[in-house]
């Protein structure tokens, strides 16, 4: 009895063409498919080129029956699904990848260098005619002289560690100044598989989640983390997606991923990361608000490398110089003047060795806005810093990177009602600042501390930190999670110190597909980063007793610095020197740190000429002369004033002022011909 029925199942099967029979075999949708044109010689002469047609469907007949279409349909566009230029992998071997539910065959198209002209073609390459593990067309000859065989790609894109050094564009620019920063680009999935920043447009613009494999990797880390944060364009993705081809996301929630799920687009997330930073590294935040146990994985440089989904480069960031009564803010600034413009643009080259810097469209790119957007909006320049070639017309491919900077600082304290300003030359203080504006992940740490938090894929908001009443703002909206709350006010330790050491941390992450802006400005007084010791230019029979330095203290004169340069080269001395306008205390502080670690045996501080009836520039001069005591402790120290001997009797009033302010212990006296 059970072999009969089995045998009248099988006759069923065989004998009935059901309309299941007749379904489609598709490709697998973002199934990597190879091109091998090692069997075809001289096929890429005068500049050829290859194009790839893909198509729903198994065969026409097949569509046809499905869709109730006459025979000739699948020969027009009502099968056409798409046209591909695939991705060199090695000599003579492409790649490209499927996109969409229903394709069943493709073809293989010769072109000319235009692109305009085809020559030759393989007919078509239908996925029901492959079998195993086969994913590659091998072209044998043309007019449908192919094979499908198995191509495995050897060696995968490894993790890469690198140094970017600024060239000429940001060295030979006196209005620049550079800050620590470390990039992090993550690999798309064909990145994976071709090697660091082999991205096509198709990739790019065509697909919602090019990052299936980083993904996978980051919902593998996720055990514990209450709500992960993932790379794609996820506007229409509800709370539990789980991402296509390899995703397998967890815990996916669509106003962590997704702005368009926010109350409003340029809301922001509260609570995805913990509140203070472990040994310097980001961690998420667990419930309740507090420190989770996981490391935030995109800025982890071992998870990149361990699954070597993305490299990173170190480097120097340039901030430009904007001077406003005597006080100097660093900025940078992604957007132009006018709407969709470009403005500070920083790229590194191919090799990534290198970084540049320029301003205007044509050092621009652009972001993927009209590509993704429906009505239709026009694109606008962004902050694309891995794309290498620039242009009014350049698209941006890479749009998944993180950035890290770090800037150490002093705050101003030049009495208890003034801690946290910075003077200008008219004697009135400004607030000392940090200030952010742009989409996607921004988390801000002071001294580790986490103060200003506009985490989530959003679209552009803005943050400031006021280092004067230790205060945050935000202008955008807020989602709150982990029970965690957005800081109003915080706390620094040796508030009040003008030689205190602080650090603020500044971690950016795009991740949303679209588009990238970023700008961001300070004006405290940073340390650390654009020191610039230069040595003696010649030391034969000079100075061989003591080794001296020199400290640029005169920051506010015009060509004070460039003038103490030469005479320091001259003399085969050491020079501090810093941005003009930076605050001059901050410089002696670096200088007697300079000086210390190089073991120079005398410290030359210039300061800058002021009247002694200002009592904000006799202020700025006893902040100078505490740091000095301070961190030179019980070391002989003179202070010689110099007056112009054609002063007259008012010299006198002078001395006595700065005796006061000071302790004068000489006087040097000029013009006495």
């Known amino acids: ?96 990848v499927i996109t969409g539910d229903r394709v069943g065959y493709v073809k293989v198209m010769r072109l000319d260098s235009d692109m305009t002209t085809v020559w030759n073609t393989t ?44 060239d000429s564009t940001i060295t030979g620019n006196s209005n620049l100044y550079t800050i620590d920063a470390t990039f992090y680009d993550y690999y798309t999935d064909g990145e994976i598989q071709r090697g660091w920043g082999n991205i096509n447009y198709e990739e790019s613009h065509g697909y919602w989640e090019p990052y299936t494999k980083l993904n996978n990797k980051i919902a593998s880390a996720s055990d514990g983390v209450p ?90 960031f340039p901030m430009r110089k904007v001077v406003d009564n005597g006080i100097t803010t660093y900025k940078f600034n992604s957007e132009g003047s006018t709407a969709k413009s470009a403005g500070d643009s920083v790229w590194f080259n191919t090799a990534r060795d290198t970084i540049s810097y320029g301003t205007g469209n044509a050092k621009g790119s652009k972001d993927a806005l009209y590509y993704y957007s429906n009505p239709k909006a026009a694109s606008g320049y962004g902050f694309f810093p891995f794309d290498s070639v620039r242009g009014a017309d350049k698209e941006a491919l890479d749009f998944g990177f993180g950035m890290r900077v770090d800037v150490k600082f002093n705050l ?127 030391t034969e029979d000079i100075n061989t007793g003591l080794k001296t330095a020199v400290a640029a203290a005169d920051t506010f004169r015009a060509a004070a610095v460039e003038q103490l340069e030469i005479w320091a080269n001259r003399s085969g001395s050491e020079i501090v020197k810093r941005a003009e306008g930076a605050d001059p205390a901050s410089v002696v502080y670096d200088a007697i740190r300079i000086t210390k670690e190089t073991e120079s045996d005398v410290l030359i501080v210039d300061t800058a000429g002021r009247l002694h009836n200002k009592k904000y520039l006799m202020d700025e001069l006893h902040k100078i002369k505490k740091v000095i005591t301070k961190e030179m402790g019980d070391l002989s120290q003179e202070v010689l004033l110099v007056i112009d001997s054609t002063t007259g009797q008012n010299a006198i009033n002078q001395v006595k002022a700065f005796k006061q302010e000071t302790d004068v212990t000489g006087l040097v006296l000029t013009k006495l011909d």
């Open 227 to 316: 709500y992960p944060m993932y790379f794609g364009n996820f506007f229409d993705k509800n709370d539990g997606y789980t991402g296509e081809g390899s995703s397998n996301m967890v815990k996916f929630t669509n106003k962590v991923n997704n702005s368009s799920r926010l109350a409003s687009p340029n809301y922001s997330v509260v609570g995805l990361t913990g509140p203070n930073l472990v040994n310097g590294e980001l961690y998420y935040a667990a419930d309740g608000g507090g420190n989770g146990t996981k490391k935030v994985p995109f800025f982890d440089k071992s998870f990149l490398q361990s699954n070597k989904i993305g490299s990173v480069v170190n480097t120097k």
């Open 123 to 166: 007919g078509f390459a239908y996925n029901k005619d492959r079998s195993g593990s086969a994913n590659c067309i091998k072209i044998k000859g043309w007019d449908n002289n192919y094979q499908w065989t198995t191509y495995s790609p050897t060696g995968g894109t490894d993790y890469y560690e690198v140094t970017a050094s600024p």
């Open 412 to 538: 101003g304290a030049d009495d208890s009602s003034h801690i946290g300003q910075i003077k200008g030359t008219n004697g009135s203080y400004a607030d000392q600042k940090f200030t952010f504006t742009g989409d996607d992940d921004v988390w801000v740490y002071v001294d580790g501390k986490l103060v200003l938090d506009l985490g989530g894929d959003h679209k552009k908001a803005n943050g400031s930190i006021n280092f004067h009443n230790r205060t945050v703002s935000v202008t955008t909206g807020t989602n709150t999670l982990n029970s965690a709350t957005r800081n109003q006010s915080f706390t620094l330790d040796n508030y009040g110190d003008p030689t205190a050491e602080h650090t603020l941390t500044m971690f950016y992450v795009e991740r949303g597909m679209v588009e990238s802006n970023l700008s961001f400005n300070f004006n405290f007084a940073p340390i650390g980063n654009e020191l610039i010791v230069d040595k003696t230019v010649n």
């Open 1 to 96: 009895m059970l072999l009969a029925l089995l045998m009248m199942l099988s006759i069923s099967i065989v004998g009935i063409p059901t309309i299941s029979a007749l379904k489609c075999s598709y490709f697998t949708h973002q199934e990597t498919i190879y091109i091998d044109m090692t069997s075809v010689t001289g096929w890429d002469e005068s500049g050829a080129n290859i194009r790839v047609y893909t198509y729903y469907g198994d065969s026409d007949e097949d569509w046809n029956v499905e869709n109730n279409k006459a025979d000739s349909a699948c020969y027009t566009n009502a099968c056409f699904k798409n046209a591909i230029t695939p991705s060199s992998v090695v000599n003579d071997v492409y790649s490209f």
